[in-house]
């Protein structure tokens, strides 16, 4: 329907309104073909230009000019302004978003404003804002000295009004901006002039929403030169149910009537039919979110759907439900893409650049030495290799980081050193300790990945290909910038840059499509679905920087929240109109806290719910996936040990584990999936005991017997070992010198509890001795024996005779340990006995740690050990012939068992 124009403006101007539903499109065609064909019976568009909000569009739309032609149709010009005006903004030699924004950062960095983190997030926020500010702030200009005079007006303008300090900053650095060459906004405002000078035939208009915006300049500018078509968006001219029951609870103009009296009187069909096309489903988790989504997509494809809508506003239950489609064979067309930051590639890039600047922490360092598109020139198993023995190196040398200090540790292990040589000179190549431009960083990030091996994984990967693209771009863009960044500085940009950059799977054809609201404007779909309509996920975006906030906008005369919320609940109602059927489906609990639908969506269901009488929001049921806790085991797994695979070696640790539960020892011994203990940068108990160990095996190769030599020599001996001992630990991290205090308050006591048992008549003989023997199964079989038995003293048994006594040092209190003694499932005192296989008289635990120092002592320790014998002989005799491995260990045993997840006993039945 056509609207009066203003005086001033060209009666060549034409407006319609059409209803923003699925017949948007088809009556647009109507519209352009009666506008712009020459002939009514000859459909040639040829001559017009036709600007499109979206270029989805064009497609559907092309499809309705033919269906009205009823026959071919000769197109017209067809693209989005920025398509529009390219080829002219290629000549204006605007400048890169890149280069503006490292100009800016120089700018505040100057001014000493702001903190130097957070830079880069403010410069991001202000290069949007000054876009923005642009367009509302210049009509079209017809050259660039009219569009400068006409920015100076507008910087002049907001100057004298009463701003706040923050707009007044915005204002000045906005100004500042626009100095030298410009911007892509500026430029494209140039392009545009340019480009309506050459048109030569009517221009057709399709705004995405009532108000043209920044664009009422060019179409007032265009209807001047030549005829001009204008069709926009009317909610208010949509018929039907669903239409009418959004007209009351999203009225289009300011309605004070409360919403029960807007929805009191509405016809029944209108509801029934209301809910017919609309359904609200709540969910309780993320995961049975995913799990609705894609059960009511793959109703829909059943039903014969083929053009269905994914309105992605939570991401992260739109993957899920992705996931689940793409296990049932349905590929989602990803409209959105996937951020750069969140791909194998970047996150190698990123654990490189991680282990540039941790100095290769141990955990960065093997993260990125097993990860994939690196190192194409080296066989993989020959790779995997090295990287396993730098990692036990790592773990036995205790070198949380420093590239060299690995290097000169991994001497003897040629292929870890070979992968550190790799990474040493990429580390030359790249040289984080300097200053340079970002252009030569990025020069120097390429080399450096050359030099690792990337190349030919990133040439052929297309990710790969899309970061190699961009950062050539990159590189190209900021060549000749003189700003010097340390590391960690170009590090934020880059981060920052990874984050903003998408990835498009062009490859993918689907039915399905994922994409986001604002994107569906105009669109029409046989299907729709939005997934995450709560509070948090369907909101207008909010400006999270202190330069860009509301108030700042409000100030500058820009659009605020209002604006942007009408736009989101009209992005929403058109969707719902120009879709057959769809779905608002939203997560209804957060870690045991409610999580309320979107503003929009609980007034919607608020006004069908006082309709209907009841509530009509559904709490979504999966029907083909299944609840995790239904594919556990049903009964509790006893594998049995494959002939040929029955170990041949035990350790006290490994029958411990065999008596503890013999599937934990299946998994770590036949399976071989030992877990490796955690690097710990500071000392632990554990790190604690061991350096106990190494001091008293020190102490007492140096003094076998005290004898006569008095305390304070003893004293200062122990000392100047402890010292020794700890150096290394206290110069990695001085918090451990706790720990050698620690000790150093228990020395006077442990030289008299080893003078106490001298005088009984003990001596020191052995320490950290290595003892193994090989224990006869029968049938022709062994195995193998070993262990370390921290320290053998000699002496003699009750009746005289000449014995041995084995003793065991622990960290921990003496209480504790007789506890542990008295425990017939504790085996390593009588393991030791047996492995040891002389007579042993006394088999004890050392407590080096409390308030006393003593020994908790095993009885009958040659008893128990040839009780153990019998034990381990029917064990293993019993694994060769086949016999089962149960999760059968006790609540204790499975409390802090690596290998819960692999039997998964507490979901056995």
């Known amino acids: 329907m056509s609207r009066t124009l203003p005086a001033s403006i060209s009666p060549t101007l034409s407006r319609y309104s059409i209803a923003p539903d699925r017949g948007f499109l088809p009556a647009a065609a109507a519209h352009i073909l009666a506008f712009a064909c020459p002939a009514p019976d000859v459909a040639d568009l040829s001559r017009a230009s036709l600007l499109l909000p979206n270029i989805k569009l064009a497609a559907p739309l092309n499809e309705a000019l033919f269906a009205c032609a009823g026959g071919p149709v000769l197109l017209p010009r067809i693209d989005t302004l920025s398509g529009m005006v390219e080829p002219w903004l290629a000549t204006l030699e605007a400048m890169p978003d890149a280069r503006r924004q490292l100009l800016l950062h120089a700018l505040l960095r100057g001014r000493e404003w702001l903190d130097e983190g957070m830079l880069w997030d403010v410069v991001a926020e202000l290069t949007q804002l000054f876009d923005t500010l642009t367009e509302h702030a210049v009509s079209l200009p017809d050259d660039e000295a009219q569009l400068l005079a006409r920015l100076e007006e507008a910087f002049e303008l907001r100057n004298s009004q009463a701003l706040n300090f923050e707009a007044k900053l915005v204002n000045a650095l906005w100004r500042a901006e626009a100095q030298g060459k410009p911007s892509r906004a500026v430029a494209r405002l140039l392009a545009a002039a340019q480009w309506l000078v050459q048109l030569d035939g009517p221009l057709i208009v399709m705004l995405e929403s009532a108000d043209a915006g920044p664009l009422q300049a060019l179409i007032e500018e265009a209807a001047r030169r030549v005829p001009v078509l204008l069709l926009r968006p009317d909610r208010a001219l949509a018929g039907g149910a669903l239409a009418e029951m959004l007209a009351r609870a999203w009225p289009l103009a300011a309605e004070r009537l409360p919403l029960r009296e807007r929805v009191h009187g509405i016809d029944p069909d209108v509801i029934t039919r209301s809910r017919q096309r609309l359904r609200l489903f709540a969910s309780e988790s993320l995961e049975n979110l995913g799990e609705a989504v894609a059960d009511q997509v793959l109703d829909w494809l059943c039903a014969g759907k083929r053009n269905i809508a994914l309105v992605a506003c939570d991401r992260l239950a739109a993957r899920r439900a992705r996931a689940l489609l793409e296990r049932e064979g349905v590929l989602v067309q990803d409209e959105t893409g996937w951020k750069m930051v969140t791909t194998r590639v970047a996150a190698v890039v990123d654990a490189w650049l991680e282990v540039l600047a941790s100095d290769a922490w141990h955990r960065a360092l093997i993260d990125l030495l097993r990860a994939p598109l690196l190192f194409a020139d080296i066989d993989p198993i020959a790779r995997g290799q090295g990287v396993d023995a730098l990692d036990r190196l790592i773990r036995d040398t205790h070198i949380a980081s420093g590239l060299d200090r690995l290097r000169a540790a991994a001497g003897g292990l040629p292929e870890s050193a070979a992968l550190l040589d790799r990474l040493i000179a990429a580390r030359a190549a790249i040289n984080p300790a300097q200053s340079v431009t970002i252009a030569e960083w990025l020069r120097r990030l390429r080399k450096s990945l050359e030099l690792l091996g990337a190349m030919p994984y990133f040439e052929q990967d297309q990710v790969g290909q899309q970061w190699l693209e961009w950062l050539e771009t990159r590189q190209a863009e900021l060549t000749g910038e003189e700003g010097r960044f340390r590391f960690n500085a170009w590090r934020t940009w880059f981060n920052r840059q990874m984050d903003s950059q998408l990835f498009r799977d062009e490859s993918i054809r689907s039915p399905v499509i994922m994409t986001h609201l604002a994107a569906t404007r105009l669109r029409s779909f046989d299907a729709a679905i939005v997934i995450g309509a709560d509070t948090e996920h369907l909101a207008p975006p909010s400006a999270p920087g202190w330069l860009t906030h509301a108030g700042v906008r409000r100030a500058l005369g820009l659009p605020g929240l209002a604006t942007e919320r009408r736009q989101l609940q009209e992005d929403l109602a058109g969707l719902l109109l120009a879709s057959d059927a769809s779905v608002i489906a939203w997560q209804s609990l957060r870690r045991d806290e409610a999580l309320m639908p979107a503003a929009e969506v609980a007034v919607l269901e608020t006004a069908l719910r006082l309709a209907a009488g009841t509530s009509i929001v559904e709490k979504s049921a999966p029907r083909r996936f299944p609840a995790s806790a239904d594919v556990g085991p049903t009964t509790i797994p006893a594998p049995a040990v494959p002939p040929g695979r029955v170990p041949e070696r035990l350790s006290a640790t490994g029958l411990k584990t065999l008596i503890d539960c013999p599937y934990r020892y ?40 005290l004898g006569s030599e008095t305390d304070e020599v003893l004293i200062a001996s122990l000392e100047a070992i402890t010292e020794e001992a700890f150096a290394e630990a206290v110069a990695r991290n001085f918090q451990d010198h706790a720990w050698r205090l620690r000790w150093r308050a228990q020395l006077e006591d442990y030289l008299a509890w080893q003078r106490q048992r001298e005088s009984k008549g003990w001596s020191w003989q052995a320490g950290e001795l290595e003892a193994a023997r090989e224990h006869e199964l029968g049938a022709g079989r062994s195995l193998y024996l070993s262990g370390r038995i921290d320290r053998v003293d000699t002496g003699r048994d009750a009746e005289g005779e000449p014995a041995q006594a084995l003793l065991d040092y622990k960290s921990r209190g003496l209480k504790p340990l007789r506890d542990q003694v008295r425990d017939p499932d504790d085996v390593q005192l009588a393991f030791y006995t047996l492995l040891q296989g002389t007579h042993v008289a006394e088999a004890a635990y050392v407590a080096l740690d409390g308030n ?22 029917e064990s293993f005799n019993a694994m060769h012939e086949g016999a089962g491995m149960p999760a059968h260990g006790t609540d204790t045993a499975c409390a802090y068992c690596e290998m819960h997840g692999l039997c998964r006993k507490g979901w056995a039945t």
């Open 666 to 705: 299946f998994a770590r011994y036949v399976l071989r999936l030992i877990e490796f203990d955690e690097l710990s940068e500071g000392m632990e108990k554990r790190d604690f005991g061991e350096q106990l160990h190494t001091i008293l095996h020190r102490f007492h190769s140096r003094h076998p017997q």
């Open 852 to 873: 006393e120092l003593g020994t908790a002592a095993l009885t009958g320790p040659e008893e128990r050990a040839a009780a153990l014998q019998d034990i381990i002989t």
